[in-house]
């Protein structure tokens, strides 16, 4: 006897078809499946790296009284309520675990979700290893082919600006980046472990890190985002430990 039970994995509006047809006329539309296939292909395509896929606003959780955390959440709410009409990305700045890449992550995931426009995440230094294996002769991509999606993308997250020794190409390299976003009017979002200012002797600030010429460049960019707190990896990895 012949199994005419729908396959699981084929849309029962459609069919499989990707039109669906309008209830009460002769009429169709596209379905609203492929909108969901789009979405997860945004998601996949963004590279979000799998320790934050899990990552949203609501997870969150700034620290008792910390309100440099709870300000930090409100700012990413009011960018996301402004979202698209608004022309400054976001600058997290902050020491290690205070949350900076959820925050960034939150952000990039709530505009594929919501708005459906393309994101991308990238690791700075993972970035310039990309670029440098690029002039390998064995590599089978080009620096314009590592570059275009980082150039195009309508929201892109640099995670750890800043990181990387601050060489001469270094920092041409960051620039061409950072100038070409701003011409073309697309939001990036940072992060850096860099503070604005040193707080103590010899300490290295964001600006010793990437030239004042960059940083007056995010001043232009970015609204800057400082976060303080304990580290929350700690506290949580305390929190479990068990003599």
């Not at 078809?17 to 909108?35: K, N």
């Not at 976001?90 to 393309?118: N, P």
């Not at 064995?138 to 892109?156: I, M, N």
């Not at 940083?215 to 990896?233: A, P, Q, T």
Request: charged residues 30%; contains cysteine.
């Amino acid at each position: 006897m012949t199994n005419l039970e729908p396959s699981p994995d084929i849309c029962p509006r459609c069919g499989g078809s990707g039109w669906e047809r309008i209830e009460g006329t002769a009429s169709v539309r596209r379905c609203s499946c492929l909108d969901s296939a789009r979405v997860e292909r945004l998601l996949l395509e963004a590279h979000i790296p799998k320790r934050y896929e899990h990552c949203d606003l609501e997870s969150y959780k700034p620290q008792p009284g910390n309100l440099s955390q709870s300000k930090a959440k409100s700012d990413v709410k009011k960018f996301l309520e402004k979202y698209p009409l608004i022309d400054m990305g976001l600058l997290f700045i902050g020491s290690c675990g205070v949350g900076k890449t959820h925050l960034a992550v939150s952000v990039l995931k709530e505009i594929i979700l919501e708005k459906r426009d393309i994101g991308l995440f990238y690791d700075f230094r993972d970035l310039l290893r990309e670029i440098q294996a690029s002039w390998n002769s064995v590599s089978q991509a080009s620096e314009l082919e590592v570059l275009r999606p980082v150039l195009s993308a309508d929201v892109l997250v640099l995670d750890e600006l800043g990181a990387n020794k601050p060489t001469e190409w270094v920092r041409d390299t960051i620039a061409h980046i950072i100038n070409c976003r701003y011409n073309d009017r697309k939001l990036t979002i940072f992060t850096s472990n860099y503070p604005e200012t040193a707080e103590r002797p010899g300490e290295e600030t964001l600006t010793d890190r990437i030239g004042a010429r960059l940083r007056s460049r995010l001043y232009e960019m970015c609204k800057v985002v400082e976060i303080k707190g304990e580290d929350f990896r700690r506290v949580i990895k305390q929190a479990n430990y068990r003599f």
